[in-house]
């Protein structure tokens, strides 16, 4: 396990080291007004107005004192519309952090009001009603759509956002402890 986390950690250092020039990096990328609509797999602001960011190392701390929800928000695939009768559709597990709830797909930027409603529902579930209760967003790296949740729930009045912008990546790199989930809401 070991040597897996330093193949992984040094194939990250390549990468960034081997970026071409003029590729945006995360402190090029100026926080926008609005929600990401389209591109979800981009580089990342490094702020969020309204929110604290933190790093893996802060996220694993956060983690450990048990008192903050932590919410997975990558999305899922949804079933085919034209599935034969005959086909068993199984959700896709997703592995994520310990103790996460995933709610998918409340992270895109224009979302329908049922996903509002569901989104609203959610949070005010995992948080006891109480808006001050510290809630933690994340996808993985380089995912806007853990950004667009987060700044939703700002708007949805939580005082205490955080945003993870590394995600689940940044997480399994450190070999933070993981498990296997599916879905909140089972999308149709």
Not at 64 to 75: C, S
Not at 158 to 178: A, C, E, I, R, S
Request: with cysteine; glycine share 6%.
């Amino acid at each position: 396990m070991q040597a897996r986390r330093d193949i992984c950690r040094l194939l990250l250092a390549v990468t960034v080291i081997a970026l071409p020039c003029g590729m945006l990096r995360a402190e090029d990328v100026a926080e926008p007004g609005d929600y990401r609509m389209s591109h979800f797999r981009a580089p990342v602001p490094d702020t969020l107005k309204g929110a604290k960011v933190v790093t893996s190392e802060q996220a694993f701390d956060i983690w450990k004192t048990g008192n903050t929800v932590f919410v997975d928000v990558l999305p899922q695939a949804p079933k085919p519309d034209k599935l034969p009768k005959n086909v068993i559709w199984r959700d896709k597990p997703r592995i994520t952090i310990k103790g996460a709830a995933w709610l998918p797909n409340v992270g895109f930027g224009k979302l329908h009001e049922t996903m509002h409603e569901f989104f609203s529902a959610e949070l005010e579930t995992l948080t006891g009603g109480n808006k001050s209760k510290p809630v933690l967003f994340y996808c993985l790296l380089d995912c806007w759509m853990s950004w667009n949740a987060a700044k939703r729930a700002v708007e949805y009045g939580y005082k205490d956002v955080t945003w993870y912008p590394d995600g689940t990546d940044g997480w399994t790199l450190q070999d933070y402890p993981t498990e296997s989930v599916l879905p909140k809401f089972p999308i149709k």
